[in-house]
C-alpha cells in the first residue's frame, strides 16, 4: 500500500506496551506512524521512539489533537484518562483503539466478535486476559451454557508497568463483564497474580467452567479452531492443556511474545497489541 494511501495513526503512551506497537505499526504496510506522545519530556520511553526517527511530543491528549487529524489513535496509557481522551477526540473524527480497562466503546475480541465494527470510532479491547480467555470461553459456550467461569491470568512483574498496577480493580471489573456478556453466564470470577519469579515466567491463564450436558469432542474441536484463528494473529498463544469431566471443563493457555521489541515473557502485552494493530489494519482495509 503507498504511502499516502496509509491509515495516519498516532500512539498516545510511551510505555512497554506503546513501545511495541511503535514497532508493530512500523512493520505494517497499511499504517503510518506519524506521531507518538506521552506526559513527561524526559520519558525514557519517548527517547527511544525519537531515537527510532519518530516523532515524538509530550504534551499527552493535548499534542495528539494539535498534531491531527489521524485516522487512528491507540490509548497506551491508563484506564483514568480514557474518558478524556475519548472526549477530546470524538469531534475529530478518529477511531480511538482503547488497549486500557475501561469498559467504554465497543468491545472487541478479534475472531470472536461476530464482525469487525469498522462503523465505530471507539473501540475497546477488554484486557490482556479477557483476550486470551475470551476466545475460549466462546468456544465452550457454543456447546453448553456454563453456569459458572473462573479465570485467573499470572503474568510475570517485570512486564507490568505502573498503569497496569494502577488499573487491576478496573481490569477485573471490565474482564469479566466482557466474559458474561461473550458467554450469556453470570455467575464470573476473574483473578490476577503478578510474579516477581526470576526467571520470568510466561504469560498464563487458566479458564474453569461449570456445564452439564456437553460433548467432549465438540468441546475440545472448537477450541483447537479458535486457538489456531489466535494465533493468525498473536502466533504465540497456544493452549497447553485441557481436561473435561464431571461438569468441569479446565484450560490452561500460554502466551508468548511475537514482537521484536518485547521480551519473551510479555505475552500479555503482545496478545493485545496483536489484537489492536489487526483493528487499525482491518479499519483501513474497510475504508
Not at 52 to 60: E, K, S
Not at 220 to 241: H, L, N, Q
Not at 260 to 287: K, M, T, W
Amino acid at each position: 500500500m503507498a504511502a499516502d494511501t496509509r491509515r495516519r495513526v498516532a500512539v498516545l503512551g510511551a510505555g512497554l506496551i506503546g513501545i511495541d506497537l511503535v514497532d508493530r505499526v512500523h512493520r505494517s504496510a497499511k499504517l503510518d506512524l506519524v506521531l507518538v506522545a506521552g506526559r513527561g519530556q524526559n520519558s525514557l520511553g519517548l527517547h527511544r521512539v525519537a531515537e527510532l526517527g519518530y516523532p515524538t511530543a509530550a504534551g499527552g491528549i493535548g499534542s495528539v489533537v494539535e498534531a491531527g487529524p489521524f485516522d487512528v489513535v491507540f490509548d497506551a496509557t491508563n484506564a483514568d484518562s480514557h474518558a478524556e481522551h475519548w472526549a477530546a477526540l470524538r469531534p475529530t473524527g478518529a477511531t480511538l483503539i482503547d488497549l486500557t480497562p475501561t469498559g467504554l466503546g465497543t468491545v472487541v475480541v478479534p475472531g470472536v466478535s461476530p464482525h469487525y465494527p469498522v462503523a465505530s470510532r471507539h473501540l475497546n479491547l477488554v484486557s490482556c486476559g479477557g483476550q486470551a480467555a475470551i476466545p475460549v470461553l466462546h468456544a465452550v459456550s457454543r456447546h453448553c451454557a456454563p453456569t459458572y467461569v473462573e479465570v485467573v491470568a499470572t503474568g510475570a512483574a517485570a512486564s507490568a508497568g505502573r498503569a497496569t498496577r494502577r488499573n487491576l480493580d478496573q481490569y477485573i471489573d471490565t474482564t469479566s463483564a466482557a466474559i458474561r456478556a461473550f458467554t450469556g453466564t453470570e455467575d464470573v470470577k476473574v483473578m490476577v497474580n503478578l510474579s516477581p519469579a526470576r526467571p520470568a515466567p510466561p504469560f498464563r491463564v487458566a479458564i474453569t467452567a461449570l456445564a452439564d450436558g456437553f460433548s467432549p469432542a465438540h468441546i475440545r474441536t472448537s477450541i483447537a479452531a479458535i486457538a489456531d484463528t489466535v494465533r493468525g494473529y498473536a502466533p504465540g498463544f497456544e493452549v497447553t492443556s485441557l481436561a473435561m469431566g464431571s461438569g468441569r471443563i479446565s484450560v490452561a493457555v500460554q502466551v508468548t511474545t511475537s514482537g521484536r521489541r518485547l521480551p519473551h515473557h510479555a505475552g500479555s502485552v503482545d496478545i493485545i497489541n496483536a489484537a489492536a494493530v489487526l483493528l487499525a489494519e482491518q479499519s483501513a482495509a474497510a475504508l
